[in-house]
């Protein structure tokens, strides 16, 4: 029983100390906290999505990856095309001359179906090249060390962070409201995003050519 805690703690701390960054993901959390769309079902998936590669990085699946550098380059150049798009449909919405208001006042084109929210989820968590080597590989490594019996202890511990993370991003993210009821504080936080996507996306294609 000692050792369960720190061990719990230990996953815990890593997952956190990698996640709380700025990156796609998190934007897209922070904007759908915003606009007060299905956060519930996007902070769900994305702490079970980090719960299910942590996993299996511990089960041995990061092995696997390392191994096939073939699928580590279609992932990046997938992710780089979504990055892309998505960094372009940023641009689109900071020069559309309507309005988005937090306070419930989004408009249509600004909605999303559950559907799509979650797609889009699934596609900043599983196209980014960058879930791989952290989530899996390292993160995987970590919980390896542990004495078998503690190793769903450490899992654990970081789909707690995980889940704390994406909660606090999400929901906290009302605290903004006031602020993002000018339109003007919505097109910067697009100019941000889309400037964030597209060096992310240059980035991932810079590291296919090198």
């Avoid at 990698?18 to 915003?34: K, S, T």
């Avoid at 999505?49 to 089960?59: E, T």
């Avoid at 309005?99 to 699934?122: F, H, K």
Wanted: hydrophobic residues 60%; charged residues 10%; contains cysteine.
């Amino acid at each position: 029983m000692i050792q369960l805690f720190p061990t719990f703690l230990t996953g815990f701390a890593m997952s956190a100390a990698l996640i709380v960054a700025i990156g796609a993901q998190n934007l897209f959390v922070l904007r759908q906290g915003l606009k007060r769309q299905h956060v519930g079902a996007i902070v769900l998936f994305c702490g079970s999505a980090d719960a299910v590669l942590i996993a299996a990085g511990v089960g041995g699946v990061g092995a696997l990856l390392g191994a096939l550098p073939q699928l580590t380059m279609v992932l990046t150049l997938c992710g780089a095309l979504f990055l892309g798009w998505y960094g372009v449909k940023a641009f689109q919405r900071m020069m559309t001359p309507e309005a988005m208001g937090a306070e419930g006042g989004v408009t249509d084109q600004g909605s999303v179906t559950l559907g799509r929210a979650l797609a889009a989820t699934a596609a900043f968590t599983f196209l980014n090249p960058h879930v791989y080597l952290d989530t899996v590989l390292l993160m995987g490594a970590a919980g390896s060390a542990q004495a078998p019996a503690l190793r769903p202890v450490f899992v654990a511990g970081a789909a707690c962070a995980s889940i704390v993370w994406f909660a606090a991003l999400g929901y906290g993210a009302r605290v903004l409201t006031p602020l993002f009821a000018r339109p003007a504080a919505w097109r910067v936080l697009d100019a941000i995003v889309g400037a964030t996507m597209l060096v992310l996306a240059a980035s991932l294609i810079g590291r296919l050519l090198t």
